[in-house]
Nanobody, 115 residues
Framework: QAQLVESGGGSVQPGGSLRLSCAAS????????MNWYRQAPGKQRELVAS???????NYADSVKGRFTISRDNAKNTVDLQMNGLKPEDTAVYYC?????????WGQGTQVSVSG
């Protein structure tokens, strides 16, 4: 079974930056589409960014121009660089890997933006 472990969350002031990282194991990482989701208190989980096996990226409108997703297939990692953070970015961020019928999730990492 796939294992995804996130790191890099924390607290930051508005306008600040954080870089989240997700390390994957027990999967053929290169074939997976990797996604970052987030869930704020009282809200549904939402897709923030995704990167396909062909390196196609997609972003939620709310983070376009501020967040960048990238992957390193040699290291089995996917990162989310978050710049210009806003209080509304506060949420638990989850790493997700998807391939055909396989859907794997990390445990989540908290990102808090407040001033």
């Amino acid at each position: 079974q796939a294992q995804l472990v996130e790191s890099g969350g924390g607290s930051v002031q508005p306008g600040g930056s954080l870089r989240l990282s997700c390390a994957a194991s027990r999967i053929i990482f290169s074939v997976y589409t990797m996604n970052w989701y987030r869930q704020a208190p009282g809200k549904q989980r939402e897709l923030v960014a995704s990167i396909s096996d062909a390196l196609r990226t997609n972003y939620a409108d709310s983070v376009k121009g501020r967040f960048t997703i990238s992957r390193d297939n040699a290291k089995n990692t996917v990162d989310l660089q978050m710049n210009g953070l806003k209080p509304e970015d506060t949420a638990v961020y989850y790493c997700n890997g998807r391939y055909r019928t396989v859907d794997s999730w990390g445990q989540g990492t908290q990102v808090s933006v407040s001033g």
